[in-house]
């Protein structure tokens, strides 16, 4: 592998023009391509070891790349289960772990038909990407089972769900030091229980720490507050981050701001549903809602909280409700501001690209855009915000989660009485200073001081500690994108920040015994 003029691969180079790409070989193309453009920079880097010559630094690189680009260790096994009415299926599953550069490694569990090893190896690479790009000292990983949870009861559920969490545990793929899962799709805090339920009766019995092998799970089962809207809220974030810079707004010719803004969300689960919700309290006018089963839309703009409600209420789609006509999906393609994309990967195809004329798409699914649809959205100057930056709002409040269970205690239990005894002692004595000196007045908190005499809430630390994540995340990578002069490629950028980040974490750590 030459360093110095690095190019992408010849076998990955046609990605960038394939309609449809495996998924794998999508984001394996995304990373060879940031490492084109930042390759120079790393060599640089590695100019602080002086006792190196420069061929031991082109081999280090080179080293460190191929580790990067590597997926660690996949597990694939199958079980039998037997169904209600007697019949016995083969139950297919799967978990990857890409890296290993941090422990835990950190990543979902979905259950779906379309998962295969192919699949669950591209997400646990994205994961390593995502959490190295915000800050989050994980390893990448996902797992899933390829299944249809429609087609069964819960009691069947519960037991894929526990006999998954047995394999998991005898092949030493979770544990609070090891690999920590979480919901995805089809997935939730129910999942969650049975697993961590599952392991600390069997191999984490004597696990001090047995609890915060999986993330997501129920505040009552050790959850945190805050988690369920974390990534919709974290779409929500990059969006306003971005939408207020000037730099960018400039780039693509947008005024500044969610004043006037209109949008439209495609996928209207848990990502889409409190993204646009969040959107819609800031102003923006949500025209228009893509689901599966159908297209909703109103030019006055749809109650997003009232058909947030109604799906939750009637647990299925959103046909059918009140205030908002059923249109066919070219909503997508008419014009509006922002795309929210929080579906499945690979939605956003090259024929799509060519047609949308929004200006900023966010991605709250992983992987949704192909690369031939990135350089089409590019050359028509469409701000993309990336999975990698836009959708880790949910693993960055897992981590914060993931801390509590560690701790085993809530955020902000222990001080909760003590701030609210200090701040009414504080009022009391400017009361009293003001008495003796011959000024009756009685003082008393305001509105938004009365909320916070107690101090900050665990609702309060989750959301305030995600949104100086994200926040930072999102300067990381405008940072990069102006330092390679990468225009509107916030993918690229995205790539690259995670990449320094990892490499630095191997250069520091070593990568071979």
């Not at 959490?131 to 069964?152: E, H, L, Q, V, Y």
């Not at 945190?224 to 207020?244: D, E, L, W």
């Not at 959107?279 to 909703?296: A, R």
Request: charge should be positive; glycine fraction near 8%.
């Amino acid at each position: 592998m030459s360093v110095r003029g690095y190019e992408v691969p010849a076998d990955l180079q046609k990605v960038a023009s394939d309609p449809d790409p495996s998924f794998y070989r999508m984001v394996e193309y995304y990373y060879h391509y940031a490492v084109s453009v930042c390759e120079p920079a790393l060599v640089e880097y590695l100019k602080k070891h002086t006792h190196m010559s420069d061929k031991k630094r082109q081999q280090r690189v080179s080293g460190i790349l191929k580790v990067m680009g590597s997926c660690n260790s996949s597990l694939q096994f199958e079980y039998p289960l037997q169904r209600k009415n007697g019949e016995y299926q083969i139950i297919e599953a799967y978990r990857s772990q890409h890296s290993v550069h941090r422990l835990p490694c950190k990543g979902g569990i979905r259950f779906s038909t379309a998962v295969d090893l192919s699949e669950v190896k591209a997400l646990a690479a994205l994961m390593t990407y995502k959490n190295a790009c915000s800050n989050i000292p994980f390893g990448g990983s996902k797992g899933g089972i390829c299944i249809d949870p429609k087609n069964f009861s819960v009691a069947e559920l519960q037991r894929i769900t526990r006999r998954y969490t047995l394999e998991l545990a005898k092949k030493n793929y979770i544990g609070a030091g090891i690999d920590v899962p979480a919901p995805d799709v089809n997935t939730s805090g129910r999942e969650m229980s049975w697993i961590v339920d599952t392991y600390i009766k069997t191999l984490g019995y004597n696990d001090l720490n047995a609890a915060a092998c999986v993330t997501g799970k129920p505040i009552n089962g050790g959850g945190i507050h805050g988690r369920v809207p974390a990534t919709g809220r974290g779409v929500f974030m990059t969006i306003s981050v971005f939408i207020h810079d000037e730099y960018f707004m400039k780039l693509i010719s947008l005024e500044p701001g969610f004043k006037n803004k209109t949008a439209v969300v495609e996928g209207f689960g848990n990502v889409g549903s409190y993204a646009a919700v969040y959107l819609q309290q800031e102003g923006v006018k949500i025209i228009g809602v893509l689901e599966y089963d159908c297209t909703l839309c109103n030019n006055d703009g749809i109650d997003i909280k009232g058909l947030q409600k109604y799906k939750h209420d009637n647990k299925g789609s959103a046909k059918g409700f009140p205030g908002a006509k059923e249109c066919n999906k070219d909503i997508i393609l008419s014009k509006y501001d922002i795309l929210v994309v929080a579906a499945m990967e690979k939605t956003l195809t090259a024929d799509i690209a060519k047609s949308l004329q929004c200006k900023i798409v966010a991605e709250g699914a992983n992987g949704p855009t192909v690369p031939a649809a990135d350089k089409v959205l590019q050359g028509k100057n469409i701000l993309v915000l990336p999975d990698l930056l836009a959708n880790a709002g949910g693993v960055t409040v897992s981590y914060f989660e993931f801390l509590k269970n560690l701790n085993h205690v809530s955020f902000g239990k222990l001080s909760i009485k003590f701030w609210r005894d200090s701040n009414t002692a504080l009022l009391d004595s400017v009361e009293k200073s003001l008495k003796a000196s011959k000024i009756d007045a009685r003082i008393a908190p305001t509105p938004m001081f009365q909320s916070m005499m107690s101090g900050a809430s665990e609702k309060h630390i989750v959301n305030s500690g995600l949104e100086y994540s994200m926040t930072k995340a999102c300067h990381n990578v405008m940072r990069a994108c102006k330092e390679h002069k990468l225009g509107v490629d916030l993918r690229t950028s995205a790539y690259i920040t995670a990449i320094e980040k990892i490499f630095t974490t191997y250069d520091e750590q070593g990568l071979a015994f």
